[in-house]
Structures are given as C-alpha cells and as structure tokens.
C-alpha cells in the first residue's frame, strides 16, 4: 500500500491573486487537490503552500 498523506493547502492564483484553501494530498512527490482550474481560466499557473498545522 503506498503511503498517502492528506493536508491543507493554500492555492494562489499566479494571475488574478484569487486564493484558496483546499485539502489535498502528495503523491508521489507532488500534491494533488481537486482545483482543475481557477475563476480565471488558468489551469496550471498556481503557488501552492502547505499549511502548517
Ligand atoms: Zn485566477
């Protein structure tokens, strides 16, 4: 069974600043949440922080 580690993110939108908190988890290295793409169109221009507990 491969290890999955679930946390809280904070997304903000590298375009028009929007930001938010979503649960997520990394695999394999990278963190997966559900946000497919923000309220301005974009899909992949994101900043993505772990929140600390
Ligand atoms: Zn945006």
Request: proline residues 2%.
């Amino acid at each position: 069974m491969e290890k999955v580690e679930k946390h809280l993110f904070t997304i903000r939108c590298n375009r028009c600043g929007e930001r938010y908190t979503l649960k997520g988890r990394i695999k394999k290295g990278k963190v997966e949440t559900g946000l497919k793409r923000c309220l301005c169109d974009n899909e992949n221009d994101f900043e993505i922080h772990r929140k600390e507990p």
